[in-house]
């Protein structure tokens, strides 16, 4: 599962590229550094076969606010049928579990940015997919997010890659 991300806009190249875009695009009402449900969020979209940003909610409203999706069942949900093909990707140094009470900070060892499949709806909310957890990460959670590298990413949002879940290279950090 996926409660919470971080990303910091100007840790590196590749962030600080983003926010540059979404400066070109005066888009300034996002949130940054530790992000919670039903915040503005960056994402990344295809928008005329080219990766661009976007800022959309994060959670769709419903009887509940959903904040994921088990990508494993997005084809039975009828919350997810009509939007699956809706792909965005939510940009990240890390993100969040908890533990016993205790937050972990969860990175990867080898990219310093990671990128998150999500989906979308019309009223630009989106949710994060997650699938059954897998090495170290069992430890943590039973769920994760599905996370990519930036070929990855390209692919996913071109719709050449189906979502897969791959936990190996992952750096636990206990928060205080």
Known sequence: MCGRYFVDLNYNEITMKIKERLEMLS?????????YPTQNAI?????NNQIDVDVMRWGIEGKSLLINARHETINERITYKKIKENRCVVVANGFFEWKNKKKIYITHENEPVIYLAAIYNEKH???????NSENQMKKIHDRTPIIMNQNEMKEYLAMKLQPKVKNDHLHFELCE
């Not at 994402?43 to 928008?47: A, E, F, P, Q, T």
């Open 27 to 35: 888009i300034f009402d996002y949130a940054q550094n530790e992000i």
């Open 43 to 47: 994402v990344l979209i295809n928008k």
């Open 125 to 131: 909310e989106f949710v994060i997919l997650t699938g």
